[in-house]
């Protein structure tokens, strides 16, 4: 199983980066996906996750109203939509992968894959 994440990159306060993540060696119906970041110094934290067909999807409340996750099963690829962007979104983000669930898990120990990180970082 491998996870690409990609589109990272340096905007400023108040802009929009989309984040694509495409997997690999995995049946396309049979994961949660989950977008994590961290930040210098900090914790890896849960940002948004969405289950296998997008029914259920969950933010972390700091990016409520700000960030979309969604997901195309037929290119086997997650998104996320960061809108706003503010100076404390700066932060490497990793992609993950878990069971197929019914709701959407925030610890990083209950996602089995991971990707390599895309670097978001947010001028002022």
């Known amino acids: 199983v491998q996870l690409q994440a990609s589109g990272g990159g340096l905007v400023r306060a108040g802009g929009s980066l989309r984040l694509s993540c495409a997997a690999s060696?995995?049946?396309?119906?049979?994961?949660?996906a989950g977008w994590f970041r961290q930040a210098p110094g900090k914790e890896r934290e849960f940002v948004a996750g969405i289950t296998w067909n997008g029914g259920t999807i969950d933010y972390i409340d700091s990016v409520k109203g700000r960030f979309s996750i969604s997901r195309d099963n037929a290119k086997n690829t997650v998104y996320l939509l960061m809108n706003v962007l503010k100076p404390e979104d700066t932060a490497v983000y990793y992609c993950?992968?878990?069971?197929?669930?019914?709701?959407?898990?925030?610890?990083?120990?209950?996602?089995?894959?991971w990707g390599q990180g895309t670097l978001v970082t947010v001028s002022s």
């Open positions: 993950a992968t878990g069971p197929a669930r019914v709701t959407i898990p925030t610890l990083r120990t209950e996602y089995a894959y």
């Open positions: 060696g995995m049946t396309v119906i049979s994961y949660t």
